[in-house]
C-alpha cells in the first residue's frame, strides 16, 4: 500500500507550527500513525514524539451552469498532527 503524504501550508497551520512546533500533512485515509511517523521521519531526518489524526469525509458538492445541474463530491482524507522532538524543524520547501 502506498501512503500518499503532503503538506498543509495554511496560515493556521505555520502559526500552529511555530507556535507549538507541530506540523500539519494531508495523508491518505487508510493510513496509521505508525506508517505517518516512519514515513515522516524517513522524508525530513527529525524525530517525532507524537502524531494524532483526523478523518474529513468527502463533501457533495453541486452548482448551477448552462448546461444544467452539475454533481460532485470531494474526496475524503486524513489531516496528520504531527509532533517533532525541540529544536528541530520541517523545511517543506527543501526538497524543491
Known amino acids: ?6 503538506p498543509i501550508v495554511t496560515e493556521k497551520a505555520n502559526a500552529y507550527s511555530e ?6 500533512f494531508a495523508v491518505s485515509p487508510e493510513a496509521n500513525k505508525f506508517q505517518i511517523k ?7 531526518n ?5 502524531v494524532n489524526t483526523a478523518l ?3 463533501k457533495r458538492k453541486q452548482r448551477w451552469t448552462k448546461g444544467g445541474l452539475i454533481r460532485g463530491q470531494r474526496s475524503a482524507f486524513k489531516k496528520a498532527y504531527v509532533k517533532v522532538a525541540d529544536g528541530q524543524k520541517i523545511d517543506y520547501f527543501s526538497n524543491i
Open 56 to 58: 474529513y469525509a468527502g
Open 19 to 24: 507556535k507549538q512546533n507541530c506540523y500539519t
Open 38 to 44: 516512519d514515513l515522516v521521519e524517513k522524508m525530513y
Open 1 to 6: 500500500m502506498e501512503i500518499e503524504i503532503k
Open 46 to 50: 527529525v524525530r517525532v514524539e507524537k
